[in-house]
C-alpha cells in the first residue's frame, strides 16, 4: 500500500518542492484549497481532502479536515488488529505524514486597525486538531510544522531513516507550537489581570555563549508580540554578540531611560544605574552621566533617548563600555565608534512607551507576577511635612532623583543636583548604609543637593546623615509611624522634605 501525506499550510515557503520530494518518493499527496492548487500548478499530482472523505468543504472553509476519514487515518494504532480492521471495514488508508502550519492569528493580531472578524476567522480549528492527532501518533506518524525540517524530513525518508526519535522530537515541536498557538489566543481573549491559569509564551532569540557565570548554560527569549522598548526588538549595528549580563544589564537601562523626556544618558553597571545625566543636549547628558562616577562607568553600559552624534561619539569613543543604545547613530558617530571592535552598538526607537503590563520573576516552582512598577509621581502629588519648602530648583532636582532611585536596587538612596546624580547607594540591608555610600562617593557634591530614598525612615538617622553632608531637600513615601521624628531633624537643619505617598522597592 502506497503511503499517503496530507499537506495544507497557510505558509506555502517550500511546500511545492517539499510535495515534489514526497511524490518522486511514492507518497500521494492529499490536500486542502490553496494548498492543493498550489501543489498542482507545480505540476503535482494530488487529490483533494473532500475527494477523499466524500463530504465537499463548506462554511467558508471552516470545515474542511474535520472527518472521521482524516483522523481515523491519523489516530488508528498500526499494531492494534482491532483497529486495523475498522480501517479496513470502513475503507480509511492511514496517514503517514501530516505537513500543516497555522492560520496566522499573530500576524493578524499585528496588523493595524485590524477588526474583531479578521482576528476571530484567522483562529485556526482544524490545522491545530490535525496536528495534535498526527503528534500523538508520532510511533506512526510524522508531523511536520516548521518549512525549516521539510529537507531534513525528505532526507530521513530518502534514507530510510524517517525513525521513532526524529518523529517524537517533531511532535515535541508541534505540541510547543499548538501551545504557543493557543496561548497567543487565550491572551487575546482574556481581560483579568490575574486569572486562574497563567499562560505565556516565548520565542527563542539565541542560544547565549553561557549564562551569568561561565559553567551554567543560557538563552534569550522574545516575546511574540513586539514590547514597546525591548531589548528583543533592538537591530545590532556593530560588536560581539550580547552576553547574558549584557541583556541584564541593557535592559535595566532601557527602563531608566525611559523615565526622562529631555536629552539624558544613563550609565549602569551590574543593573543599577552608576551615572544619570540630563540636559539640553545629550552630549551635555552624556557628559554629566559620566562625571557622576567615572570609575563605575568602566565596562559598563550606556543608554541614550537621542540621536548619537559625532560630538558625543568621541567623548563616548574615550570611555571603555560594553554597550551603546541609542535610537540611531550619525554617520560620523558610527565610523568613530565602530573603531572599537568589540563594542555593541544597539539601535533602538526611544519613545514614551512603558514596559509591559507584568513583571514576571521566577522563584523555585512557581512564578511571581505583579504590575510593572510604572507609577508617575507629578508636583501635584507630593506633600510637604517640612516648615521649609523646596525651592523650584530643588523640586526639579528631587523629581529627578526620584526617577532613578526607582530603578536602584533597594535599599535605595540617591543624591542629585543639576538634573545629575551625584552619589547611588544600592541594595543595602539598611536604609543608612545606602545613604552612607551615596554621600561618600558624592563627597564635597553633597551640599546643596537633594536625597532620594526609595521607601520611608523608619529611624530618623539617615535625615542626621543628609543634614551632615548638607543636603538640602528630600524626597521619600513617608508613612513610617516615626515620620515626626525624621520632620524633626530636617527643620532643625532647615532641610525641605517632601512626601510622595508612594515607595519603589526593587528587590
Given at each position: 500500500?502506497?503511503?499517503?501525506?496530507?499537506?495544507?499550510?497557510?505558509?506555502?515557503?517550500?511546500?511545492?518542492?517539499?510535495?515534489?520530494?514526497l511524490a518522486e518518493l511514492d507518497y500521494d499527496i492529499i490536500s486542502t484549497g490553496g494548498t492543493?492548487?498550489?501543489?498542482?500548478?507545480?505540476?503535482?499530482?494530488?487529490?483533494?481532502?473532500?475527494?477523499?472523505?466524500?463530504?465537499?468543504?463548506?462554511?467558508?472553509?471552516?470545515?474542511?479536515?474535520?472527518?472521521?476519514?482524516?483522523?481515523?487515518?491519523?489516530?488508528?494504532?498500526?499494531?492494534?488488529?482491532?483497529?486495523?480492521?475498522?480501517?479496513?471495514?470502513?475503507?480509511?488508508?492511514?496517514?503517514?505524514?501530516?505537513?500543516?502550519?497555522?492560520?496566522?492569528?499573530?500576524?493578524?493580531?499585528?496588523?493595524?486597525?485590524?477588526?474583531?472578524?479578521?482576528?476571530?476567522?484567522?483562529?485556526?480549528?482544524?490545522?491545530?486538531?490535525?496536528?495534535?492527532?498526527?503528534?500523538?501518533?508520532?510511533?506512526?506518524?510524522?508531523?511536520?510544522?516548521?518549512?525549516?525540517?521539510?529537507?531534513?524530513?525528505?532526507?530521513?525518508?530518502?534514507?530510510?531513516?524517517?525513525?521513532?526519535?526524529?518523529?517524537?522530537?517533531?511532535?515535541?515541536?508541534?505540541?510547543?507550537?499548538?501551545?504557543?498557538?493557543?496561548?497567543?489566543?487565550?491572551g487575546y481573549f482574556t481581560d483579568e489581570a490575574f486569572p486562574e491559569n497563567y499562560t505565556i509564551?516565548?520565542?527563542?532569540?539565541?542560544?547565549?555563549?553561557?549564562?551569568?557565570?561561565?559553567?551554567?548554560?543560557?538563552?534569550?527569549?522574545?516575546?511574540?508580540?513586539?514590547?514597546?522598548?525591548?531589548?528583543?526588538?533592538?537591530?545590532?549595528?556593530?560588536?560581539?554578540?550580547?552576553?547574558?549580563?549584557?541583556?541584564?544589564?541593557?535592559?535595566?537601562?532601557?527602563?531608566?531611560?525611559?523615565?526622562?523626556?529631555?536629552?539624558?544618558?544613563?550609565?549602569?553597571?551590574?543593573?543599577?544605574?552608576?551615572?544619570?545625566?540630563?540636559?539640553?543636549?545629550?552630549?551635555?547628558?552624556?557628559?554629566?552621566?559620566?562625571?557622576?562616577?567615572?570609575?563605575?562607568?568602566?565596562?559598563?553600559?550606556?543608554?541614550?533617548?537621542?540621536?548619537?552624534?559625532?560630538?558625543?561619539?568621541?567623548?563616548?569613543?574615550?570611555?571603555?563600555?560594553?554597550?551603546?543604545?541609542?535610537?540611531?547613530?550619525?554617520?560620523?558617530?558610527?565610523?568613530?565608534?565602530?573603531?572599537?571592535?568589540?563594542?555593541?552598538?544597539?539601535?533602538?526607537?526611544?519613545?514614551?512607551?512603558?514596559?509591559?503590563?507584568?513583571?514576571?520573576?521566577?522563584?523555585?516552582?512557581?512564578?511571581?507576577?505583579?504590575?510593572?512598577?510604572?507609577?508617575?509621581?507629578?508636583?501635584?502629588?507630593?506633600?510637604?511635612?517640612?516648615?521649609?519648602?523646596?525651592?523650584?530648583?530643588?523640586?526639579?532636582?528631587?523629581?529627578?532623583?526620584?526617577?532613578?532611585?526607582?530603578?536602584?536596587?533597594?535599599?535605595?538612596?540617591?543624591?542629585?543636583?543639576?538634573?545629575?546624580?551625584?552619589?547611588?547607594?544600592?541594595?543595602?540591608?539598611?536604609?543608612?548604609?545606602?545613604?552612607?555610600?551615596?554621600?561618600?562617593?558624592?563627597?564635597?557634591?553633597?551640599?546643596?543637593?537633594?536625597?532620594?530614598?526609595?521607601?520611608?525612615?523608619?529611624?530618623?538617622?539617615?535625615?542626621?546623615?543628609?543634614?551632615?553632608?548638607?543636603?538640602?531637600?528630600?524626597?521619600?513615601?513617608?508613612?513610617?509611624?516615626?515620620?515626626?521624628?525624621?520632620?524633626?531633624?530636617?527643620?532643625?537643619?532647615?532641610?525641605?522634605?517632601?512626601?510622595?505617598?508612594?515607595?519603589?522597592?526593587?528587590?
Amino acid at each position: 500500500m502506497k503511503k499517503q501525506a496530507l499537506i495544507s499550510v497557510s505558509d506555502k515557503t517550500g511546500i511545492a518542492d517539499f510535495a515534489k520530494g514526497l511524490a518522486e518518493l511514492d507518497y500521494d499527496i492529499i490536500s486542502t484549497g490553496g494548498t492543493l492548487r498550489t501543489i498542482q500548478e507545480a505540476g503535482i499530482e494530488a487529490t483533494a481532502v473532500e475527494d477523499i472523505t466524500g463530504f465537499p468543504e463548506m462554511l467558508d472553509g471552516r470545515v474542511k479536515t474535520l472527518h472521521p476519514v482524516i483522523h481515523a487515518g491519523l489516530l488508528a494504532k498500526r499494531d492494534n488488529d482491532a483497529h486495523k480492521q475498522q480501517l479496513a471495514e470502513k475503507g480509511i488508508k492511514p496517514i503517514d505524514i501530516v505537513v500543516v502550519n497555522l492560520y496566522p492569528f499573530k500576524q493578524t493580531f499585528d496588523q493595524p486597525n485590524v477588526t474583531e472578524t479578521d482576528i476571530i476567522e484567522n483562529i485556526d480549528i482544524g490545522g491545530p486538531t490535525i496536528l495534535r492527532a498526527a503528534a500523538k501518533s508520532f510511533r506512526n506518524v510524522t508531523a511536520v510544522v516548521d518549512p525549516e525540517d521539510y529537507e531534513k524530513v525528505l532526507q530521513a525518508v530518502q534514507h530510510d531513516k524517517l525513525d521513532t526519535t526524529m518523529r517524537k522530537t517533531l511532535a515535541a515541536k508541534v505540541f510547543r507550537h499548538t501551545a504557543q498557538y493557543d496561548t497567543l489566543i487565550a491572551g487575546y481573549f482574556t481581560d483579568e489581570a490575574f486569572p486562574e491559569n497563567y499562560t505565556i509564551t516565548y520565542e527563542k532569540v539565541q542560544t547565549l555563549r553561557y549564562g551569568e557565570n561561565p559553567h551554567q548554560e543560557a538563552a534569550f527569549y522574545k516575546t511574540p508580540i513586539e514590547s514597546p522598548m525591548s531589548l528583543a526588538s533592538a537591530r545590532q549595528l556593530h560588536g560581539k554578540e550580547l552576553s547574558y549580563n549584557n541583556i541584564q544589564d541593557a535592559n535595566a537601562a532601557l527602563g531608566i531611560i525611559a523615565e526622562y523626556d529631555k536629552p539624558a544618558a544613563v550609565a549602569v553597571k551590574h543593573m543599577n544605574p552608576c551615572g544619570i545625566g540630563m540636559a539640553e543636549d545629550l552630549n551635555t547628558a552624556c557628559s554629566r552621566a559620566y562625571d557622576a562616577d567615572p570609575i563605575s562607568i568602566f565596562g559598563g553600559i550606556v543608554a541614550c533617548n537621542r540621536t548619537v552624534d559625532a560630538e558625543t561619539a568621541e567623548q563616548l569613543s574615550g570611555i571603555f563600555l560594553e554597550i551603546i543604545i541609542a535610537p540611531a547613530f550619525t554617520d560620523e558617530a558610527f565610523t568613530m565608534l565602530t573603531k572599537k571592535k568589540n563594542i555593541r552598538l544597539l539601535e533602538l526607537k526611544m519613545d514614551e512607551s512603558k514596559p509591559s503590563s507584568h513583571k514576571l520573576t521566577s522563584v523555585n516552582g512557581g512564578l511571581l507576577v505583579q504590575d510593572n512598577d510604572n507609577k508617575e509621581i507629578r508636583r501635584n502629588d507630593l506633600t510637604y511635612p517640612t516648615d521649609k519648602k523646596p525651592t523650584e530648583a530643588e523640586l526639579d532636582d528631587l523629581l529627578f532623583a526620584w526617577k532613578a532611585v526607582k530603578h536602584v536596587k533597594s535599599n535605595a538612596i540617591v543624591l542629585a543636583s543639576d538634573m545629575q546624580t551625584l552619589g547611588v547607594g544600592a541594595g543595602q540591608m539598611n536604609r543608612v548604609g545606602a545613604a552612607r555610600i551615596a554621600l561618600e562617593q558624592a563627597g564635597d557634591k553633597a551640599k546643596g543637593a537633594a536625597l532620594a530614598s526609595d521607601a520611608f525612615f523608619p529611624m530618623p538617622d539617615t535625615a542626621r546623615e543628609a543634614a551632615k553632608a548638607g543636603i538640602t531637600a528630600i524626597i521619600q513615601p513617608g508613612g513610617s509611624k516615626r515620620d515626626q521624628d525624621s520632620i524633626d531633624v530636617c527643620n532643625h537643619y532647615g532641610i525641605a522634605m517632601v512626601y510622595t505617598g508612594a515607595r519603589h522597592f526593587k528587590h
